[in-house]
């Protein structure tokens, strides 16, 4: 029996490198792995030794005899892409990692951020050379989108933060929460300390829409609804108005899908399952809604969201998800890229769950979740708040060898009591940093940050979304990490990093004096004790504290004896 990987793959590839037969793809540095949707392994090469298992950081792999009913369809999946992709020895292999030798001595460097991206590259860094470093980060409590934007209902993707605190607690790394750079210490500082300072801090802010209506009582974006429920300190007193019996989501990827399916779940389950944050628990216990509605500018096979995510909706206690069979009628071009004997097999995947979808049954009493193509909205309308989305219905058209959606006469009106607007991330710009407003990143060039001219920002680095943009997964951050370290490591052996004029017990004086509310490993380990113990006295995983003052009070608690 061969093993097979399942929805929870993260992309973290440290299967790959474990597989002794090398049947596991796509490999990192292969052109497909940077737009796949997960990893796969070739059935008929597995041995069945389960390292593949044992390495993966979220539990993604099971042994073919092992899946649950739930994911038995992801052997077929994985044996379906090695139909498309038979597997072949891997290409010259990449060079070796960079070492720096220990005769150069100690490399300080400062991550901004705490989230996976930060992680990864922290991790790469004391693999590959003797480092120190200190991690900073707004917040009381690090993770970033693992713990204020993976979905509650995805609690094995969060088991990568295991991997993560293993880093934490290593002597060589500091770790500083609840210190903003920029207000309790600025960048210039952290250079004169440091001989390198990376920024991993992600993309928090949100694309709008530009259409009429937007600001409406009623309108937000889903990235402040996904933090408001995952108990983000900055957002856990939002109010959201969900009385209403239909919600419209503006977006199909796999953020708008977590919406849907938060909206929709029975909140007892979300209870016994999640840690959800207890303010969202009560509201949605409350909420009027029974319809969700996704919508998406083009047809669906341009639908953002993955395969597997649209494949697992199907698995929903008490909800339907309804695509209408007219909405599977594709264009000439949709059409001809399903045909092709070429096509990815994730886009059959996603079209074949489609059509599964549209001839399900539907059970009067169920909640339901609506997938509309080929509509874009135009406008929000209300009487004081949102009641209505103005839609335009779309036709595709093909330009440049790609297909894009294009605005017909034909129009409709939607009524809505709350709109989520789901189109995107969005990197937001850092203290005397260099930064494009067009794609919403620090510019770089493998990591090293450049200005306006080009030329490199001596001694500054990025990784992650505020690098490349919000694109891939949370183990996309690793491949991302590697990358940057190795233009630090590069640097620091040649010579280009000057030696900090300060050291780790300076710069703790210093920020606890300017933040004597900064929250330092032990205190974080403090905040996640008494949210476990909270949680386990209800069945939960965690009960998450949810303002800065419950978190500092948690972290200067005394430890339970």
């Known amino acids: 029996m061969a093993y097979v990987i ?14 002794p037969v090398d049947c596991i793809r796509p490999r990192p540095g292969e052109p497909e792995f940077a737009t796949a949707e997960m990893l796969y392994i070739d059935p008929d090469t597995c041995i069945d030794c389960g390292a593949c298992a044992d390495a993966c950081p979220v539990d993604a792999v099971f042994a073919e005899d092992e899946l649950p009913d739930v994911l038995s369809r992801f052997a077929d999946i994985n044996a379906a892409y090695f139909r498309q992709h038979p597997l072949m020895p891997a290409s010259d292999p990449a060079a070796a990692p960079l070492r720096v030798p220990k005769d150069l001595g100690l490399l300080r460097v400062a991550i901004v951020g705490a989230g996976p991206a930060a992680c990864y590259a922290a991790e790469e860094l004391l693999q590959r050379c003797t480092a120190e470093i200190e991690i900073f980060d707004r917040l009381p409590t690090p993770w970033g989108l693992l713990r204020s934007g993976v979905a509650p209902d995805h609690q094995s993707t969060k088991a990568v933060t295991t991997r993560f605190e293993s880093v934490l607690k290593r002597d060589a790394v500091g770790l500083h929460l609840n210190v903003e750079v920029g207000v309790h210490v600025s960048h210039a500082e952290l250079l004169a300390d440091h001989h390198a300072v990376l920024y991993a801090v992600g993309a928090s ?8 209506g937007e600001d409406l009582p009623g309108s937000h974006s889903a990235t402040e609804f996904v933090a408001w429920y995952n108990g983000h300190p900055d957002y856990a007193d939002r109010e959201f108005d969900l009385s209403g019996p239909r919600a419209v989501i503006i977006g199909n990827g796999n953020v708008a899908l977590d919406v849907a399916r ?16 207890e303010h969202a628990l009560t509201a949605l216990r409350a909420s009027g809604i029974t319809e969700v509605v996704l919508i998406g500018r083009r047809g669906p096979l341009q639908a953002a969201c993955t395969g597997p995510e649209f494949l697992a909706l199907g698995h929903l206690e008490g909800v339907d998800v309804v695509v209408e069979e007219a909405d599977l009628d594709l264009d000439p071009g949709s059409r001809a890229l399903l045909d092709d004997s070429a096509a990815e097999p994730s886009l059959q995947l996603k079209y074949s769950v489609a059509q599964q979808y549209s001839k399900s049954t539907r059970t009067p009493g169920h909640r339901r979740i609506v997938f509309r193509y080929l509509a874009s909205p135009t406008g929000l309308t209300g009487d004081g708040k949102v009641e209505s989305v103005q839609l335009v219905h779309n036709e595709l058209t093909e330009r440049d060898g790609r297909l894009h959606a294009h605005p017909t006469d034909r129009t409709e009106t939607l009524a809505a009591g709350l709109v989520l607007r789901s189109v995107g991330y969005r990197g937001t710009p850092q203290p005397d940093l260099p930064f494009d407003p067009s794609r919403g990143v620090i510019p770089n060039e493998h990591g090293r940050v450049v200005g306006s001219d080009g030329t490199p920002v001596d001694r500054v680095y990025v990784t992650g979304w505020i690098k490349r943009g919000p694109q891939g997964v949370i183990g996309t951050n690793r491949l991302d990490a590697q990358e940057t370290v190795e233009a630090i490591l590069a640097d620091f052996a040649a010579g280009r990093l000057a030696s900090p004029s300060g050291d780790r017990a300076a710069l703790t004086e210093l920020l606890d004096r300017r933040q004597p509310n900064r929250i330092d490993r032990d205190g974080w380990a403090a905040i996640d004790r008494a949210e476990r113990a909270a949680g386990a006295a209800t069945g939960r995983p965690r009960v998450k504290l949810t303002t800065r003052a419950a978190l500092l009070a948690a972290a200067i608690a005394p430890p339970q004896s």
């Open 262 to 277: 938060i909206l929709t779940m029975p909140p007892d389950l979300l209870e016994r399952r999640t840690d959800i944050a």
């Open 205 to 212: 802010g949100d694309r709008g829409l530009g259409i009429p």
């Open 6 to 19: 399942t929805q929870r793959c993260c992309n973290d590839a440290s299967c790959v490198s474990d597989c």
